[in-house]
T-cell receptor
Framework: GQNIDQPTEMTATEGAIVQINCTYQ??????LFWYQQHAGEAPTFLSYNVLDGLEEKGRFSSFLSRSKGYSYLLLKELQMKDSASYLCAVRGASNDYKLSFGAGTTVTVRA | DSGVTQTPKHLITATGQRVTLRCSPRSGDLSVYWYQQSLDQGLQFLIHYYNGEERAKGNILERFSAQQFPDLHSELNLSSLELGDSALYFC?????????????FGPGTRLTVL
């Protein structure tokens, strides 16, 4: 089975940095995705990691350590529009194409 | 706009009824995935189709079924509806099946069972 854990809520100030951690225990591993979801809207893709290390995309970066079953999403220079839920998702074995999602971390950005 | 379309946007029905949710993937995408998102369960994978064939099944109830048609659109059929089936149902599509194939999500169908 798949077990994916991330904190339920985080609060940060506009302009600050927030790090959202995700730990996973899965049967097989074929990549980790981060999605952003605003309330009532569709998830939108942020990043993909399959090898260890840091992937940077503008204000967002994602890190993966496969040996530790750990990832984080780093949001820099926070803006009010970054208030949303952030979903960590893992693709299991190579012949298993589904994504298993964590419950999501709700980030609230305050002025 | 992801390019994935879903209809209807909202659906209100009664227990015991049957509904059909429709999804059109992005142009060129062969894979369609269905997910259920309820308040207490997060985003749950239901089923995956690739080029018309079922490829993976998740926690999909026997009362639910899906198919992907030759034009690649997909339908999710929910029958004998129960109160607990009230949720957001998302369809996602991707070009291929695995690897770094990003899944693009549609706007969802909000189902309310009364």
């Amino acid at each position: 089975g798949q077990n994916i854990d991330q904190p339920t809520e985080m609060t940060a100030t506009e302009g600050a940095i927030v790090q959202i951690n995700c730990t996973y225990q899965t049967s097989g591993f074929n990549g980790l995705f981060w999605y952003q979801q605003h309330a009532g809207e569709a998830p939108t893709f942020l990043s993909y990691n399959v090898l260890d290390g840091l992937e940077e995309k503008g204000r967002f970066s994602s890190f993966l350590s496969r040996s530790k079953g750990y990832s984080y999403l780093l949001l820099k220079e926070l803006q009010m529009k970054d208030s949303a839920s952030y979903l960590c998702a893992v693709r299991g074995a190579s012949n298993d194409y589904k994504l298993s999602f964590g419950a999501g971390t709700t980030v609230t950005v305050r002025a | 706009d992801s390019g994935v379309t879903q209809t209807p946007k909202h659906l209100i029905t009664a227990t015991g009824q049957r509904v059909t949710l429709r999804c059109s993937p992005r142009s060129g995408d062969l894979s369609v995935y269905w997910y259920q998102q309820s308040l207490d369960q997060g985003l749950q994978f239901l089923i995956h189709y690739y080029n018309g064939e079922e490829r993976a099944k998740g926690n999909i109830l026997e009362r639910f079924s899906a198919q992907q048609f030759p034009d690649l659109h997909s339908e999710l059929n929910l029958s004998s509806l129960e109160l607990g089936d009230s949720a957001l149902y998302f369809c996602a599509s991707s070009v291929g099946q695995g690897g770094n194939n990003e899944q693009f999500f549609g706007p969802g169908t909000r189902l309310t069972v009364l």
